[in-house]
């Protein structure tokens, strides 16, 4: 029995899930970009190469940091060597792959001088940890809030029905 989670809720939001209804990458992508009102939930493949221009993504939610499992077998040997080398592999291999990867998961959001939404980080290493300054410092200058979950429905309400700038001018959207 197949259950299908794309059904409407009471709000008009479809959601749609990458492995939940067996739709490939590029048919769920269509289907969210046809769909205003809807909400796309991807593995790492929606990381990199696919493109939502203007107004169609307007809000990125990332849950965990892009880091690869330190047991897949290409990460463990390139580990191993850095480790023979005295490096650490943590901050020569893992962190710049993730870092980069980071990026590319906000350039899903930002494509153009025109372009404008949010991103919610769920993942508090970014200011918990050390080396969470390198996927902050990674990124092209955005304002940055830190809020409560409580908060955030409301905030992001506001910021996305304020006047859009660019270079300090206003911009109608």
Known sequence: MR?????????????????????????????FMNQPAS???GTSSFWEGVDFPGDTLTCLAIVRL??????????????EKLQAEKKNPFMKL?????????????GRLVRTATDRGIVIL??????????????????PGPKMEHLPTASMAARVHDWLNQPAEVNGEEVSS
Do not use: C, W
């Open 122 to 139: 769920y993942d508090t290493r970014v200011i918990d940890t050390s080396y969470g300054k390198y996927f902050l410092y990674s990124l």
């Open 66 to 79: 892009p880091f690869q499992p330190p047991n897949h077998p290409v990460v463990e040997a390139k580990s």
């Open 39 to 41: 909400v796309l939930l």
């Open 3 to 31: 259950t299908s989670y794309r059904q409407p809720r009471a709000s008009g939001i479809q959601v749609l899930g990458q492995g939940m209804d067996g739709g490939s990458r590029s048919r769920l992508t269509q289907q």
């Open 94 to 106: 893992s962190l710049p792959q993730a870092v980069i990867r980071f990026k590319q998961g906000f």
